[in-house]
């Protein structure tokens, strides 16, 4: 229990001062990946606050949180608004945690509102952390609203291994996180989500709000190649085949042939797993999870094609044997158009001019709306872009402006202001 | 305590048998890295099995475990035969173990002889365990020998980390071993070690023993990139710094050049660290352990300093920083040529024509002849070069060719028949 970030009420310094603290090493950003001891801490941190504040908590299966307001009664409709509380390993600050305690600032001060006689909801509200977006200790990310949404299986997704070979369902398990509460809320009529931009794009706009539009499509291509592990000093160079070796080219190859014919699509070989990674055995195993990221399905299944055949060269001239592990296409989402008018309107009326934008990253609001939950998702600029880094940083002015906005449209649709279409 | 073990005797097929069980898991060989629980059960088991047999049980600093007969009491010189008990990861049985148990199985079978009256010793021996070997777990390798001999000094050796952060200082505190015992053993006049070859020419000259005269040098250079970590998506491509990918560059351009301009040399990239290692974070910092081995090392010098080029290239191609880590020559060692004719001359007494050879691999016998200890080091085939696997393999019928010209040496030595030079 931390009863000064629980008496923080709906002040969005006080309590995300004191969520920032959970996971931080001095000079290593926060690591609070999912699941963790200390996911366990924020996840407590959260329900606290809010149960303080009169939400009651409820949890589903795969560990997603609910601060439910029910303030329209049983058979009223809902709205969600929310983001995710783990990090990446030595991650930002602001990257989830902004939108799920913003949106929780949000919700305490139209409680206030509300109890005041200010006005009077047609629909019950519930500020939602969803359990793994990031994706960093199991793969695929966006899990918890992946299930939610029905696009990943309850079971495939507690069944997900990480890098020790520790299932999601017993890390969940392991920090008090098991099996689904009563009365977890139904599919909501709209959900929103404040974000940070991790990009540069309002900062070169001079603009505080970027309403997005849709989201680039994502191609995720985990690659794996078999040698045979052996001696690195007698083993004869003929006799070698050497799977660091090939990931090594496939790294290589990969980067050089996306550059030079598809050099707008973004790039990456991040994650690369070893075995058995020691110094004097030749690679048995490598595998490297790799990223391409474009607006053009087209153009990302030609580049993908053209990097495979690179691996499997990789293989061949090394002797070793390539296998996909995975090949899953994130297909580009459109963001409801109506919701989006709705919330560029609401901006406007705050006093900001909003920026019509596309969001490179996946986002939980991307996940709900590929499965039909109409979903906003609402940027504010990072300081020169920079994302999943210690050094991530948004201006207060910022936040207080993605605040204010979010506040006037959970209001709005609150009382009833969208309607999803038949 | 392993009675059924300890009970062995100088069956070396039976105590070979209850070693091979400590870290075995089916189908991935042996893991027991140094100072782990499982190398902590084999010092056990190796240290029941001596004692049982009448042997004093001393212990350096480092863990180098010895176990002493004081044939010739107080005031006489000593013998050493041994090997090393740890193994990489997934390793095989026979790599070091074998070494350690057949001396101990000569010694137990030479002091029965001396209690029958057989002979009369006119130096003491001592069976050895030398601590991390492998160097798996902790860099450098042949760390105890190294101690032991002066090479490396105590604090550095007990100072070092394994990935995880560990100091083998605490790692070998978890297993029970600290500090030095009473009545550690002073430098041997000679060290002999039976290995097993982990090459294929033994099996192609179609000999049983190898008598090694030499070893290849080897460079190892650990060469760290440090980028900048960013998000995998909405990171603009021209202002990534991707350690991964330089460190890829790195080792395809160490193989290129290698394989181009010194075919000869042996080399590897077999290890890599890479941080964060998340696939939606462009790796900030990713570190290469190189090999380069071969005989000349004015040729190690040539090819280090042009892989080393290569390395800074890559890092100016991705905006990374170059940080040679470590660069370490273990110079060709020559092994004592008098102690190697003697060993010989002993092979073919019990029947076996020796071949002469070089190791490319280092080994603790390599370790101590370089700095001034008489060592010799005698190699029985691996069954198709296999080594650092789980199917490594070496037949009943070698080792006990190997056991039989060991236990021959060994006798020699103990009464006093061979002579350090002055």
């Given amino acids: 229990?931390?009863?000064?970030?629980?008496?923080?009420?709906?002040?969005?310094?006080?309590?995300?001062?004191?969520?920032?603290?959970?996971?931080?090493?001095?000079?290593?950003?926060?690591?609070?990946?999912?699941?963790?001891?200390?996911?366990?801490?924020?996840?407590?941190?959260?329900?606290?606050?809010?149960?303080?504040?009169?939400?009651?908590?409820?949890?589903?299966?795969?560990?997603?949180q609910f601060a439910c307001f029910d303030w329209a009664g049983e058979g009223a409709s809902w709205v969600f608004a929310g983001s995710h509380l783990d990090t990446q390993p030595r991650g930002g600050r602001f990257d989830g945690a902004l939108g799920v305690l913003a949106a929780g600032c949000a919700a305490l001060d139209l409680d206030a509102e509300i109890r005041a006689g200010g006005f009077r909801p047609s629909r019950n509200l519930a500020v939602v952390n969803w359990t793994n977006e990031e994706g960093a200790r199991y793969q695929p990310s966006l899990t918890g609203s992946g299930v939610f949404s029905g696009a990943l299986p309850?079971?495939?997704?507690l069944a997900l291994q990480d890098g020790a070979g520790i299932a999601l369902r017993d890390a969940l398990d392991t920090i008090g996180v098991a099996g689904e509460t009563e009365s977890v809320p139904p599919c909501p009529e709209a959900y929103v989500?404040?974000?940070?931009?991790?990009?540069?794009?309002?900062?070169?706009?001079?603009?505080?709000?970027?309403?997005?539009?849709?989201?680039?499509?994502?191609?995720?291509?985990?690659?794996?190649?078999?040698?045979?592990?052996?001696?690195?000093?007698?083993?004869p160079m003929a006799d070698r085949r050497d799977a660091l070796l090939a990931a090594a080219r496939g790294i290589t190859a990969f980067?050089?042939?996306?550059?030079?014919?598809?050099?707008?699509?973004?790039?990456?070989?991040?994650?690369?797993?070893?075995?058995?990674?020691?110094?004097?055995?030749?690679?048995?195993?490598?595998?490297?999870?790799?990223?391409?990221?474009?607006?053009?399905?087209?153009?990302?299944?030609?580049?993908?094609?053209?990097?495979?055949?690179?691996f499997e060269k990789a293989a061949l001239e090394t002797g070793t044997r390539l296998e996909i592990a995975a090949d899953g296409l994130r297909p580009p989402a459109s963001m409801d158009d109506r919701?989006?008018?709705?919330?560029?309107?609401?901006?406007r009326a705050c006093g900001f001019e909003p920026l019509v934008m596309r969001s490179v990253a996946g986002h939980d609001a991307v996940a709900l709306q590929n499965t039909g939950i109409p979903s906003a998702l609402i940027f504010i600029p990072s300081v020169d872009g920079i994302a999943h880094h210690p050094d991530?940083?948004?201006?207060?002015?910022?936040?207080?402006?993605?605040?204010?906005?979010?506040?006037?449209?959970?209001?709005?649709?609150?009382?009833?202001?969208?309607?999803?279409?038949?």
């Fill in 1 to 64: 229990m931390d009863s000064a970030a629980a008496m923080a009420g709906s002040d969005l310094a006080a309590v995300f001062d004191r969520m920032s603290a959970i996971g931080a090493r001095p000079g290593a950003g926060i690591t609070r990946l999912a699941a963790s001891a200390e996911d366990g801490a924020a996840r407590r941190l959260f329900a606290d606050w809010m149960s303080r504040g009169g939400a009651r908590i409820a949890q589903d299966a795969i560990g997603n």
């Fill in 154 to 157: 309850l079971d495939d997704a």
């Fill in 193 to 235: 989500e404040l974000h940070v931009e991790q990009g540069g794009v309002l900062t070169e706009a001079e603009r505080r709000i970027g309403v997005v539009e849709g989201t680039w499509a994502a191609r995720k291509i985990t690659a794996a190649w078999t040698g045979r592990a052996a001696h690195t000093g007698p083993t």
């Fill in 255 to 310: 980067e050089a042939i996306v550059a030079a014919h598809h050099p707008h699509l973004h790039r990456s070989a991040a994650r690369l797993v070893i075995e058995p990674n020691s110094p004097n055995v030749v690679a048995e195993r490598a595998t490297v999870w790799f990223e391409l990221r474009g607006l053009d399905v087209a153009e990302l299944d030609i580049a993908g094609r053209a990097v495979i055949a690179a």
């Fill in 339 to 347: 919701l989006a008018a709705l919330a560029g309107d609401i901006a």
């Fill in 392 to 422: 991530e940083l948004t201006h207060p002015e910022d936040m207080k402006a993605g605040l204010k906005v979010l506040t006037a449209l959970l209001r709005q649709l609150a009382e009833g202001g969208f309607h999803a279409e038949p």
